[in-house]
């Protein structure tokens, strides 16, 4: 590594850029952002699987923002409101379920659980898995050993009944959900990030930027960061379906709080009183088929944009 | 052969390390749980409660009453003593190993079997769809395995329960159970067919739920290895698609699927779970849900060390095979 050599004589050289310089490359990143995001979204309207995950979630995404109008119920305030067991008709669209409660309303309110549940811990899960795999690949040595080794244990904990026992301890709300899908779905993220950003340290660019000087946290916020970020966003949105499987799974276990109507809740209540063996398909079908549909609708974007994103698969 | 034995020696260090990690973290996990461990057995008052001279006798014999440390210590002799302590719900008192060693069978006889056959059909799924890229059957399979893959586990379990195991529909697999009510005689064929009997819907679920993953990560790893330039050699020195295949792709592409089948170790044990809470079917995943529910803590804790020292075992395993199929990683 020659970079290491040439810092300490070559930083003083460097003038500081002026502010018109800095403007100028500041427009020149927000441009060739731009070029990439059209060019993957070229590559992205040819897949037909994303473009039908695309359409499919953006159906629920209108369900879940137009809830307040959609429903006629407000959630968790409608308890006994209306006769039990009724089948579709007029103004429930859906029926009605074992307590009374109007199907349709608890269902499109489910699409807002299951999005903000799969948004959050997402966005959580990324967010440690990125900085753990950024830290561990770029650093190296002890930071790599050591993080390496922590997403290896967090790896072979059995997850459900680690996060039945975290949310016995941190108590079952909708926030801890999320906290508790966040802390056990980063290890993936965490190792494909660390392999790409292996790949990317041995590139020029990131040798040019040490020859010239800068320093290492300028290396990883400027250069390896907005180069694995694509890949870091494909893997988010997989995360994301990961994240309403788990919420489905935990609200089915009654480990979720149980003032939020989720579509894994409606499943387990909805088995509870018979509705599968007894046909109330107006009872089980919406929230079943919309579990299924919503984490299809991510994996096939996911998978298509991983498909674009991720180098190694490029190739073809 | 020197370095062979080097690097099992390293693969053993670290596989010791991991699992006395687990083994601590599990201690102070459900150390920090609410709730008085003594206090559960003894109850503050009613019928046989109030008694605060037998909460002391408990707290002294299980040695609650010393200090954090000394209990850890306790602990870990325990554990690699085998003794996982004592159920807190089941009566009189049972031990958590051999409570979890009665279940265990039933549970390498669901999860075992069904992941074996998930990944054999996930893997020629995987292979027909990355020889057949484009065609309608690499189409057809790709679409199944992307909605079976979407498609929670305890969702398929219920529909094959509802639909194949219920009066209202069909009812050609029984509704709950590992066994007949009156089971036959032990290891003869009439038992092992009312034990596969039962088995049949559970594994099915496994299959159905678990070759989704392997047949979408075998068809991409096919698919990448099928643009080596090593592929277009052997294919220009006259290999059949065939040879081309069974000799050179198949051996490079299974690695990336060797991993996964790993990690997924942990899904299957989680899935466990509600599959066989669903059939009720008293294996492992059933005990768990029983503790869950009954918050049986000293079972859970047993349960929760049992699933971490067999996926531990499990990725142990997969790196040794790893580098039994991949010579690079031998050097």
Request: hydrophobic share 50%.
């Given at each position: 590594m020659s970079a290491e050599v040439s810092t300490a004589e070559v930083r003083p050289v460097v003038a500081a850029p002026s502010r018109a310089a800095r403007a100028l490359a500041r427009r020149?990143?927000?441009?060739?952002?731009?070029?990439?995001?059209?060019?993957?979204?070229?590559?992205?309207r040819r897949s037909y699987t994303g473009m039908a995950g695309l359409v499919i979630l953006t159906v629920f995404i209108i369900i879940a923002l137009l809830a307040p109008w959609l429903a006629i119920d407000d959630p968790g305030s409608y308890l006994g409101l209306h006769p039990p067991l009724l089948t579709p008709q007029d103004p429930?669209?859906?029926?009605t379920d074992g307590i009374g409660r109007d199907i349709f309303s608890a269902f499109?309110?489910?699409?807002?659980?299951?999005?903000?549940?799969?948004?959050?811990?997402?966005?959580?899960?990324?967010?440690?898995?990125?900085?753990?795999g950024l830290v561990a690949g770029f650093y190296g040595r002890v930071a790599d050993e050591s993080l390496m080794r922590t997403t290896d244990f967090f790896l072979v904990l059995p997850w459900l009944p680690f996060m039945i026992v975290l949310t016995y301890i941190l108590g079952a709300s909708l926030l801890n959900v999320i906290i508790v899908i966040g802390i056990t779905s980063w290890p993936s993220t965490a190792r494909v990030i660390r392999s790409q950003v292996l790949s990317l340290k041995e590139r020029g660019f990131v040798e040019r930027a040490h020859a010239v000087g800068a320093r290492s946290s300028h290396i990883v916020a400027r250069h390896v960061l907005?180069?694995?970020?694509?890949?870091?966003?494909?893997?988010?949105?997989?995360?994301?379906?990961?994240?309403?499987?788990?919420?489905?799974?935990?609200?089915?276990?009654?480990?979720?709080?149980?003032?939020?109507?989720?579509?894994?809740?409606?499943?387990?209540?909805?088995?509870?009183?018979?509705?599968?063996?007894?046909?109330?398909?107006?009872?089980?079908?919406?929230?079943?088929?919309?579990?299924?549909?919503?984490?299809?609708?991510?994996?096939?974007?996911?998978?298509?944009?991983?498909?674009i994103l991720n180098p190694r698969l490029r190739r073809r | 052969m020197a370095g062979l034995r080097r690097y099992l020696a390293m693969r053993f260090l670290y596989l010791a390390i991991t699992f006395f990690i687990v083994i601590s973290f599990n201690f102070f996990l459900f150390h920090i749980l609410p709730g008085d461990p003594a206090r559960m057995l003894v109850p503050r008052g009613g019928v046989g409660g109030g008694n605060e001279s037998l909460l002391n006798i408990i707290k002294e014999h299980w040695g609650l009453d010393k200090p954090l440390h000394e209990q850890y210590v306790r602990f870990l002799v325990q554990v690699v003593q085998g003794d996982l302590g004592i159920s807190m719900t089941y009566r009189p008192g049972r031990d958590v190993e051999d409570i979890i060693l009665r279940a265990l069978p039933l549970t390498l006889l669901l999860a075992g079997a069904g992941t074996l056959l998930a990944i054999w059909a996930g893997f020629r799924l995987g292979v027909i769809s990355a020889v057949r890229l484009?065609?309608?059957?690499?189409?057809?399979?790709?679409?199944?395995?992307?909605?079976?893959?979407?498609?929670?586990?305890?969702?398929?379990?219920?529909?094959?329960?509802?639909?194949?195991?219920?009066?209202?529909?069909?009812?050609?697999?029984?509704?709950?159970?590992?066994?007949?009510?009156?089971?036959?005689?032990?290891?003869?064929?009439?038992?092992?067919?009312?034990?596969?009997?039962?088995?049949?819907?559970?594994?099915?679920?496994?299959?159905?739920?678990?070759?989704?993953?392997?047949?979408?990560?075998?068809?991409?790893?096919?698919?990448?290895?099928?643009?080596?330039?090593?592929?277009?050699?052997?294919?220009?020195?006259?290999?059949?698609?065939?040879?081309?295949?069974?000799?050179?792709?198949?051996?490079?592409?299974?690695?990336?699927?060797?991993?996964?089948?790993?990690?997924?170790?942990?899904?299957?044990?989680?899935?466990d779970i509600v599959i066989q809470e669903i059939f009720s079917y008293p294996g492992l995943g059933y005990t768990t849900w029983e503790a869950i529910a009954m918050r049986d803590y000293t079972l859970l804790q047993g349960v929760f060390l049992i699933s971490a020292a067999v996926m531990l075992v499990a990725n142990f395993s997969a790196d040794i095979l790893y580098r039994y199929l991949d010579p690079r990683v031998r050097q």
């Open positions: 020149e990143r927000l441009r060739f952002l731009l070029a990439g995001l059209r060019r993957t979204w070229r590559e992205f429930y669209i859906l029926g499109v309110y489910g699409a807002r659980i299951s999005l903000l549940v799969g948004f959050a811990a997402s966005f959580l899960s990324t967010l440690v898995g990125t900085a753990v907005p180069s694995v970020f694509p890949l870091v966003f494909a893997n988010a949105i997989l995360t994301v379906a990961w994240a309403i499987f788990t919420e489905s799974f935990l609200a089915y276990l009654g480990l979720q709080d149980p003032t939020v109507m989720s579509w894994g809740r409606m499943i387990d209540e909805a088995y509870g009183i018979g509705a599968f063996v007894n046909g109330y398909y107006w009872y089980y079908l919406p929230p079943t088929l919309s579990i299924v549909l919503v984490i299809l609708g991510f994996t096939m974007v996911g998978f298509s944009l991983d498909r | 484009g065609r309608p059957s690499d189409t057809s399979i790709t679409l199944s395995s992307l909605v079976f893959y979407s498609v929670p586990t305890f969702v398929l379990a219920i529909f094959l329960l509802t639909f194949l195991a219920t009066r209202r529909y069909f009812s050609f697999f029984p509704i709950q159970g590992a066994q007949s009510p009156l089971p036959p005689e032990a290891w003869t064929i009439a038992w092992l067919g009312d034990i596969l009997w039962h088995a049949a819907l559970p594994l099915s679920v496994y299959v159905l739920g678990y070759f989704a993953e392997f047949s979408l990560i075998m068809r991409n790893s096919l698919v990448d290895v099928y643009t080596e330039d090593y592929i277009l050699t052997a294919r220009a020195k006259g290999l059949s698609g065939r040879e081309v295949l069974r000799r050179h792709a198949v051996p490079n592409a299974r690695l990336p699927l060797v991993t996964v089948v790993a990690f997924s170790i942990g899904w299957i044990l989680s899935g």
